[in-house]
């Protein structure tokens, strides 16, 4: 199946991706999986750490399905489907 | 000048030429802080209530908290306060830079200005010395011009200046102060009040460091919170590298990025106009920081036409960007230059300009009216650009831009296409995904605003914790603790944006520190509680009407048509009762007299 992954913020000033397409084994995978898997693109490589350790303390990264922070869903056991898309920032703020 | 904690005011009347020096006591800013909360406090003393807003009476506050100048992180701020040209309601609007240090540099915690000067002035203010001197050959230019002047009439590098531009001198009801160039008192129209009393700019230049009460207390408090920012992954390095401008597809990606004027909350051209965007087209060229501040969020860009300048933040480039439905980043940069230039604040008249595009396509603005300015379509960067020096001479359509979304929208029987609050144009969320979000801005004091109560905090960045943005279940709560805690911040002259990696433990160790008050938890919350509940008496004194606590028809009735949150609306009325019931207020949103007389509020 495929996801489309895009990445954000310094995630993508420093890999000089906008995202990615996976093509992984389905019909679903969880979002942990999908970080190991993005985490090995060169830039990306903080978030394998995310994939181990989840959030912590303080600002989270920001990972959205389909729009929704997965902290709202199941964390990084949200499953994920053919045809969504995933969208990753680290922790930010403004105003 | 030793340690005091009493607030120190220069008093300025423009129609006598009258400068006089007064206190507040101990127990007023024991009370109320300093900044916001002291400049509200003088306020509701000078205030009835039906003054007309360019009348002698309004008074025009320039006040700093007892942070401000300190070595505190971000204690630069300082705000500006008087009745609101846009909302007839309180005004009260914070800026950054180096101003308000200096200000307080001179020995001065507030500048209150009142009446009016025959022929333009502006107020120097030399440590003790204070005078005023002709603007004449000042009146009319640009906010840039202005400064270069200043300062050098001034004979000092360390001179810092506060001004307006032609938008304030023309009224503009939307006009803001402009200081050190970039920085802008920007919201609710304080500019518009300065011009009206022909007072042009401030200049200030001192000597005066403030002294905390006990100095290596509070030295070694602050260091601990420089330390605990610069590790903040957020302010350490997000806010940094990117700016506020980080968030153009944070928000989008939830689908919450108003796009022209609140008809969606995806905007399809995110990318084009995006922080990252500005990054990689070359525009930005460094960062920079307003006074004592590690986390300089600032952006110094500069166009390939040779054009520099400061900005877009992500409030203005939203603002002059996806609201307009404009894509095309060196106009919204070129706009937001000229928005500087001119002294408009970049919210208002984005949205009043996305407003009046709506009422275009819907055929209620007539290409005739334009008086052969380009035609107020969505997306045309040539209007976004063309309007903003139009709408500060208040030349042409310009003059009913002038007015803000409001009254133009009035003004052609269609209320409804105004996204205001209160008057006040709302910023770059839409509520519809965001229900504590808009619960705060259904409830700002000052109008539609993201910085009297942020949930886009908790709600979408997870800061402090993450909550569900479309769950209504405890956000009267977490509304009223932001609310207060953020008048608080305010207050002692600190940026919001602190807040981001400090917590009110924080706060509450600095203000000690300095202040010596040795404050609770509590009665530090209960400040701002106290502030809070001051200007809904004193928006009551000016006439703000029962049910004023709510959004646009739009955000409450249209469901979200796309995106993540289609399908949604503001749902008000299963949060609001809650929040007054919290507040202690009637139902009509008004503190009941026993919730004024447990907060020592006589108003
Ligand atoms: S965080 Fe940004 S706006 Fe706030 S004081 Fe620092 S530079 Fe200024």
């Not at chain 1, 993005?38 to 303080?58: H, I, N, Q």
């Not at chain 2, 922080?275 to 307003?290: D, F, I, S, T």
């Not at chain 2, 409001?406 to 029987?413: E, F, H, S, V």
């Not at chain 2, 009637?586 to 007299?593: A, L, R, T, V």
Request: charged share 25%; aromatic share 8%; net charge negative.
């Amino acid at each position: 199946m495929k996801v489309d992954v895009r990445v954000f913020g310094p995630l993508r000033l420093n890999s000089g991706k906008k995202g990615l397409t996976l093509e992984l084994a389905g019909p679903r995978v969880r979002l942990r999986e999908i970080l190991k898997e993005v985490a090995k693109v060169k830039g990306l490589e903080e978030l394998e750490g995310v994939a181990k350790r989840g959030f912590g303390d303080g600002a989270p990264f920001i990972i959205l399905v389909d729009g929704r922070n997965c902290l709202d869903l199941q964390g990084l056991d949200t499953e994920v489907g053919e045809g969504q898309k995933v969208s990753i920032f680290p922790p930010s703020a403004g105003g | 000048m030793g340690f005091t904690n009493k607030i120190r005011i220069l008093k300025v009347d423009l129609s006598s030429g009258q400068i006089s020096r007064e206190e507040l006591s101990e127990e007023v800013s024991k009370k109320f802080i300093g900044g916001r909360g002291a400049g509200t406090y003088l306020l509701n003393s000078l205030l009835k209530g039906d003054e007309d807003v360019f009348s002698e009476a309004n008074p025009l506050i320039f006040a700093t908290g007892p942070l401000t100048g300190t070595a505190a992180p971000t204690g630069g701020r300082y705000m500006v306060l008087c009745k609101s040209p846009l909302t007839g309601l309180v005004a009260c609007s914070n800026s950054g830079g180096h101003f308000g240090a200096e200000l307080k540099r001179t020995g001065t915690d507030i500048v209150c200005v009142v009446g009016k000067a025959q022929e333009p002035v502006y107020l120097y203010v030399d440590d003790d010395k204070a005078e005023l001197r002709s603007a004449s050959h000042l009146w009319g230019l640009d906010t840039h011009k202005t400064t270069a002047i200043l300062k050098e009439e001034a004979g000092a590098e360390s001179a810092k200046v506060a001004c307006i531009g032609p938008a304030g001198e023309n009224l503009v009801r939307y006009a803001c102060i402009i200081n050190d160039l970039h920085r802008a008192a920007g919201r609710s129209g304080v500019g518009a009040v300065m011009g009206s009393k022909k007072l042009k700019a401030i200049v200030v230049t001192g000597a005066t460091r403030p002294e905390p009460s006990d100095h290596d207390k509070f030295m070694e408090t602050v260091k601990a919170r420089v330390k605990t920012l610069q590790e903040n992954p957020v302010t350490g390095q997000g806010l940094p590298a990117l700016g506020t401008k980080v968030l153009d597809n944070i928000i989008n990606e939830h689908g919450a990025y108003p796009t022209r004027n609140f008809q969606t909350g995806v905007f399809e051209s995110t990318d084009e106009v995006c922080g990252e965007a500005l990054v990689e087209k070359g525009y930005l060229k460094k960062n920079r920081g307003c006074y004592a501040c590690p986390i300089k969020c600032a952006r110094v860009t500069e166009l390939p036409s040779g054009n520099k300048g400061e900005g877009p933040e992500y409030e203005s480039g939203w603002a002059l960007g996806a609201a307009a439905g404009v894509k095309d980043l060196i106009a919204i940069t070129e706009a937001n230059y000229q928005c500087n230039l001119m002294g408009l604040d970049t919210i208002s008249y984005g949205t009043t300009v996305a407003c009046a595009m709506e009422l275009f396509e819907k055929g209620l603005i007539k290409k005739d009216e334009l008086e052969g300015g380009p035609a107020l379509t969505f997306g045309s960067s040539e209007a976004i650009v063309f309007y903003a020096q139009k709408t500060a001479y208040r030349q042409g359509f310009g003059d009913k831009l002038a007015e803000g979304s409001l009254l133009l929208a009035k003004g052609y029987g269609a209320e409804e296409y105004s996204m205001s609050v209160k008057g006040q144009e709302l910023p770059a969320y839409d509520p519809r995904g965001v229900q504590g979000q808009g619960l705060s801005f259904a409830t700002s004091n000052r109008g539609g605003c993201h910085v009297r109560g942020y949930l886009i905090a908790p709600e979408i960045l997870g800061i402090p914790e993450k909550l569900d943005p479309q769950s209504t279940e405890g956000k009267a709560q977490w509304v009223k603790i932001f609310q207060d805690l953020t008048a608080v911040i305010d207050s002692m002259g600190m940026c919001l944006f602190s807040s981001f990696a400090l917590g009110a433990e924080d706060y509450l160790a600095i203000l000690n520190a300095f202040t010596g008050f040795d404050y609770s938890l509590d009665e530090m919350m209960e400040c701002g509680e106290r502030i809070w509940n001051l200007e809904r008496a004193l928006n009551r004194r000016f006439g703000m009407a029962p049910g004023a606590d709510t959004l646009p028809k739009r955000l409450l009735k249209e469901q979200m048509p796309e995106g993540p949150q289609k399908g949604h609306t503001v749902r008000l009325d299963e949060m609001l009762p809650e929040y007054y019931e919290l507040r202690g207020w009637d139902e009509n949103g008004f503190p009941k007299k026993e919730t004024l007389e447990r907060l020592g509020l006589d108003a």
